[in-house]
């Protein structure tokens, strides 16, 4: 365990991430992703593959949170209890939107992704829980110009050159 995980794990006592991820038994889930094999995720080249354990908690943030490919991999970047929660160690290679999309398409070809997603809930049934979808996730925010209100601008007088009597004047344009 790296000092983050250390760290990170003293940070996050209670927050619900990791609340679930003491629960679920990871073994069971590892078992079944063995039927992903390096060749068949990597297609016989290319760098090493990211842990199938890992890359199917990042689907699972995704599906939880209901986030895009590129939503869950930013929110990867910034939020420590989807990063703990997915095994990734801090300044570590984190995967991209597409390294997401294969890896989701790959458990689809294999027909993994219902059995994998039907254990999950049956676990956490088990304890009692279930999933909803997420009410709020915070990825992106995005500042824009509204188009429904005009800019306003209100001058104000300078009053250290006026008297008591003098009001300062406003101009609302």
Not at 41 to 54: A, E, K, L, S
Not at 111 to 118: H, T
Request: glycine fraction near 6%; hydrophobic fraction near 40%; charged fraction near 30%.
């Amino acid at each position: 365990m790296s000092f983050f995980q250390m760290g990170a794990e003293e940070r996050l006592k209670g927050n619900l991430l990791m609340s679930l991820n003491e629960l679920i038994d990871w073994q069971r889930i590892e078992r079944l992703l063995t039927k992903i094999h390096k060749r068949d995720w990597t297609r016989g080249g290319g760098r090493n593959p990211y842990p199938p354990i890992q890359m199917f908690k990042v689907l699972l943030l995704a599906n939880w949170h209901q986030l895009s490919d590129q939503g869950v991999v930013d929110s990867l970047k910034v939020r420590l209890d989807f990063m703990l929660f997915s095994g990734f160690d801090l300044g570590a290679p984190l995967p991209d939107e597409s390294t997401v999309g294969r890896f989701r398409n790959r458990l689809s070809d294999l027909g993994l992704d219902r059995e994998l997603f039907e254990e999950i809930s049956d676990q956490l049934e088990r304890h009692g829980l279930q999933i909803k979808e997420a009410s709020m996730a915070i990825v992106d925010a995005t500042v824009i110009e509204s188009a429904c209100r005009p800019k306003r601008c209100i001058e104000v007088a300078d009053d250290r050159n006026e008297s008591k009597d003098d009001q300062p004047s406003a101009k609302v344009n």
